[in-house]
C-alpha cells in the first residue's frame, strides 16, 4: 500500500497537495499577514523570533515569507536588503581601479 500511495502522491497534484500540505504566506512586502497568523495560532512576538533567529533585524527588511507545510520559515529579504554577493564586490573593485587610473596621474 505504501508503494502505491507513494506512486499516487507523485502522479498526481492533489494527492500530493493533501499529504504534503501547502505553503502558507505569513509575510508580504514586510507587512504580517494577520489572518494567516491567527490561523497558525502564531503570535506576532513568535514571528518576530523566527526571523531574528535567522539572522533578520525586522519585519520590514521581509520581502515574503512563507511557514512551508515541514514547518520552516523561508524567509526573503527585499533587494535593498540583500547582502552584496561576489560579482558586487568584483563590479565595485573594478569601478575603484577605473577611477584610481583617473585621479593617479601617470609617469
Known sequence: M??????????SDSASLIQQGKP????RDGEVADKALRKLH????E???AIRSQHGDDISEIDHAE????????????PEEQSATKADIAELVEQLSQMRALLV???
Open 2 to 11: 505504501s508503494v502505491g500511495f507513494n506512486y499516487l502522491v507523485l502522479r
Open 24 to 27: 502558507v504566506t505569513v509575510i
Open 42 to 45: 502564531i503570535s506576532a512576538s
Open 47 to 49: 514571528m518576530d523570533h
Open 67 to 78: 511557514l512551508t507545510p515541514s514547518g520552516k520559515l523561508v524567509l526573503t529579504l527585499k
Open 105 to 107: 596621474p601617470r609617469q
